[in-house]
């Protein structure tokens, strides 16, 4: 049997000859894979041209999944990072809605633009490096980058210039003073990329041979494409004629690192323009983004650098690993340490609410509240990580086996502890739909028996599973009449304790047989 018509099987109803095109698309939707993913552009444009059809024959399926079957592939066999996505979204709702409660904290003000954001706007999304994707709350409203453009120019600086010419200019150290800290270290260099006087050395290294437009180009660039290019990246005059207006403490800043270069310390790259510096770096702090677009952001840097949904290689595994090396360190302004130490994931806010996390290999995740704590973070966001925290094992320390916290790259019955034999038997006995279609699209064999000769349809008759049972016999085509080791067929199973449907269905097929 082609691999297409195990596909087809498992999404069609007893009694149908063809399959609803909603449940399909529902499946695809539960999975976590939007409207809008580029990867699915064939299929998408297939079904609308059966719009007019609530169902579909084998032959129009197969027409819709065909160009874009290795996505769907993964989808249909849930060989995803997070096998059982909307398990996962339900817990990040209880999150959600736990922190949605939070008022404390102000919005920030030293910049009057940010000043009128609304306090009560709060999203959450999610991007895997699956491509994989949720929004919960305000996830399409736009806010500016701030200060989690400082690893995107960092990233930018290491890409051209290399690891050791770029900390030529900057350290590497945790600074131990407030983000915006008149202090240099030992060397006279700025303590870290993501403090901001070392935000504006690494936006001085940023193509500085070129002129002022075509440098602000080229970061706009490679923005779209860590973000894949589905959402548009915008531009916030305003708040950069604010940000301009109230640089006092950075131009301060630059003066003072300035200085170094006349007293033979390396100081800015030869011939920099101050000037031009500095309206570069309030350029980049104003660009405009989503949670949704930053989420894919995050994604990139999760995968490596290689953006989920386009394939492209955007950074190198090495600049990541810098960049998330110091998101790690130096992240959370002045809370950096205490993040590290509590939820031991990398991340990066910025004082316009935005917290951008990023779990290596697995998913990025941004969070958006314009209420903020003393620090400069925003309360909801970190409250979020907490919560994050305690329930998920995604902290860098964190023991794969440890079952006090949920592992969401863990299939439900696919443990260390037990084989593909186990998953059948174990979802048939708890009645999992779902996961039985899983392993049917894998092609796994459905009439496996265990040393007892019981099989899944033994248990499932058992325990009372009707709709397991109905898949198992009209769609999987097990055998009815296989014995167990004390002569039980699954219907004296169901018999014995009274499920009359699964009796029905059982006995329906028997006549058939015969």
Request: one cysteine or more.
């Amino acid at each position: 049997m082609l691999q297409s018509d195990l596909y087809y099987l498992s999404f069609l109803e007893t009694d149908e000859t063809s399959i609803k095109k909603s449940k399909l698309l529902n499946d695809i939707k539960s999975c976590g894979f939007l409207n809008d993913d580029p990867r699915l552009n064939h299929f998408n444009k297939k079904i609308n041209e059966y719009q007019d059809k609530n169902h579909l024959t084998q032959e129009e399926f197969n027409d819709c999944i065909d160009s874009n079957i290795c996505i769907l592939n993964k989808i249909f066999k849930r060989d995803l990072i997070i096998p059982d996505f909307k398990s996962f979204t339900e817990h990040i709702d209880i999150i959600y809605e736990e922190t949605l409660k939070i008022k404390d904290g102000d919005v920030a003000s030293y910049i009057p633009q940010l000043a009128r954001a609304d306090p009560e706007q709060y999203g959450i999304s999610i991007c895997t490096v699956d491509g994989q994707r949720y929004n919960i709350g305000d996830t399409d409203i736009d806010f500016t980058v701030q200060s989690c453009t400082k690893i995107i120019n960092y990233g930018n600086a290491l890409e051209e210039l290399g690891t050791d010419e770029v900390h030529k200019y900057v350290g590497r150290e945790p600074s131990g003073q407030a983000f915006n800290e008149l202090t240099l270290n030992k060397e006279g260099k700025p303590h870290n990329p993501l403090i901001n006087s070392g935000a504006i050395m690494t936006t001085s290294l940023i193509k500085n041979k070129e002129n002022h437009a075509d440098r602000f180009d080229y970061v706009m660039d490679i923005w779209s494409k860590l973000s894949g290019g589905i959402y548009k990246i915008g531009f916030n005059n305003s708040v950069y004629l604010s940000e301009k207006k109230t640089a006092d403490r950075n131009y301060a800043l630059a003066y003072f690192m300035k200085e170094t270069n006349d007293k033979k310390i390396i100081g800015f790259p030869e011939n920099t323009d101050l000037d031009q510096t500095l309206e570069l770096y309030f350029q980049c702090c104003s660009i405009e983004v989503t949670t949704e677009i930053l989420s894919i952001v995050a994604s990139t840097l999760a995968n490596g650098g290689v953006n989920p949904f386009t394939g492209e290689k955007v950074w190198s595994s090495d600049t990541v690993k810098n960049v998330l090396s110091m998101m790690l360190m130096c992240g959370m302004y002045d809370y950096s340490g205490e993040h590290a130490f509590k939820i031991g994931i990398p991340s990066k806010s910025g004082v316009a609410g935005a917290i951008m996390t990023v779990i290596p290999n697995v998913m990025g995740i941004v969070t958006w509240s314009p209420r903020l704590d003393s620090i400069g973070n925003s309360i909801r966001g970190v409250e979020f990580c907490k919560l994050f925290g305690d329930m998920f094992n995604f902290h860098i320390f964190d023991n794969q086996f440890d079952d006090t916290k949920i592992n969401p790259l863990e299939d439900k019955y696919n443990t260390f502890k037990i084989h593909e034999f186990s998953e059948l038997c174990e979802s048939a006995k708890n009645g999992d739909l779902d996961y039985l279609r899983k392993l049917f699209n894998k092609g796994i064999d459905m009439s496996q028996k265990d040393y007892d000769g019981r099989t899944a349809l033994h248990l499932a008759s058992s325990e009372g599973h009707s709709k397991v049972v109905d898949f198992l016999v009209n769609i999987a085509k097990v055998d009815i009449n296989t014995i167990d080791r004390w002569g039980n067929l699954p219907l004296d199973d169901a018999v014995k304790n009274n499920f009359t449907e699964i009796v029905s269905i059982l006995c329906e097929n028997q006549i058939e047989m015969d």
